[in-house]
């Protein structure tokens, strides 16, 4: 008899009544053997639904520890598990499910009528009911080297590319991420993060299971719920991980004391920079928030220390690598740029997608023949190893032979009074050849004045990288996990530029 070779197999034999899961919604809770049973069921059911190894398994729905077990059932069964963004139209699905083409696509019945009809999806509910009295799957078809998850990417420059993902991969990662952040068989995650993003569906999970830990699992966001949450002695949340958004909310909800956080091992800020400000208010309240890097096609790559100290010297860091990660800065030509210097970073290692599900054309254009995966991010690298991301290479321009980086005009403009949503970007310039674009939504009820916007940066940029205009817009293009399309606003205010300066 084979036994599961996953980190819930392991688990459920090492110590097999120490809680794993616990669903906050519902309130039911798995120890690692009845989570380990539950997953096997799972993958004999979809085996005697007639699943081959390589199909794929399609799931639209909410937050629960089923889509957790699900994922590794796809994984023991040979299968590979393909979670669909509840958040898109059902065009948009239809998209997804034409490339991964599935065999099987479940639902939690929550979609609206159109996105039903489109998708034909069965009862996520019926397909559990239906793996009840089966024996768990005794013959593990887990390959480390072979795809088990498909993460589709959000789109903001182009159609969406589904990111495939080994088990080797997510093996990786959960190493990286636990040795980045101090994850043991003591720490407790909460996860709110949508379970169909790498964040939620891995980072929250992997690191801490590999490790016989717990996780808490929400069914989404909501900032005075959560923060109750970390505080609850009783639930004992050691990490919690979001984006930078999240993490400021925190502090503005009335019921916030840091005295009740300070057991916790960190706070992990993704997915986007954070706000200096906020940041050092964290620091003074002595609560190690870490800002870490990762992506779909890498997992973890970058992590801050959990150490207060290294924190404020190091402020605004991404973090260090791992040893498994190579990573390299080079310039336009491919060349290694010196320490401190800018470059677009490349990565290689066993955490590292092998490509993008049958779009070979994107995947060589990523993966070199050497094995390096050119992220699109721009980064420099200090004399003691530390990352600063510093912008997406795609969103960088060149102004008069000048390389500007829209993310640092954009963190000036945090807590710039009467704005609500902002962002810039590079447009054509006959002089220049590309001017920067302040693009800005102001807040209900307030004037935003270009010039005075323009003055405050002014201030504090050096001339070459001003930007020469401000734009007033009602709304920003936005995919539907929240990111600003850069390339459909630059299309957009192209077409309706003023004249250049």
Known sequence: MGYPTDSIGVQARLQPQRLAAHELTTGQRWTFQEL?????????????????????????????????????????????????????????????????????????????????????????????????????????????????????????????????????????????????????????????????????????????LMQGGAVHVSDGFDAARTLERLADPALSITHYAGVPQMMESFRRQPSFDPEKLRHMTALVSGGAPHNPADLEAWLADGIPLVQGFGMSEAGTVFGMSVDLDTIRRKRGSAGIGTPTIEARLVDSEGRDVPKGEPGELLLRGPSITPGYWRNPGETAKAIDADNWFATGDIARCDEDGFYWIVDRRKDMYISGGENVYPAEIEALLVGYPGIAEYTVIGLPDARWGESGCVAVVPEAGTTIGEGELLGFLADRLARHKMPKTVRILESLPRTSTGKIQKAALRTQLSSTAKGAV
């Not at 639902?107 to 793996?131: I, N």
Request: glycine share 8%; aromatic share 6%.
């Open 36 to 208: 380990d049973d539950h997953i096997g069921r799972i993958a004999a059911q979809l085996l005697a639904r007639g699943c081959a190894p390589g199909d794929r398994v399609a799931v639209l729905a909410r937050n629960s520890v089923h889509l957790l077990a699900m994922h590794f059932a796809c994984g023991r069964a040979g299968l590979i598990y393909a979670p669909l963004n509840w958040r898109l139209n059902a065009s948009e699905l239809k998209v997804l499910t034409d490339l991964a083409d599935p065999r099987l696509v479940l639902s939690d019945g929550k979609e609206d009528e159109e996105t039903r009809r489109t998708l034909q999806a069965e009862p996520l509910a019926g397909f559990l009911d239906s793996c009840a009295g089966l024996a768990p799957l005794d013959a593990s078809l887990l390959d480390i080297d072979r795809p088990s998850l498909i993460l589709f990417t959000s789109g903001t420059s182009g159609r969406s590319k589904g990111v495939i993902v080994t088990e080797r991969n997510l093996l990786q990662t959960a190493i990286n991420f636990g040795v980045l952040t101090r994850v043991d068989n003591n720490s407790v995650f909460l996860c709110d993060a949508p379970m169909f993003h790498v964040m939620g569906l891995v980072t929250n999970f992997r690191p801490v």
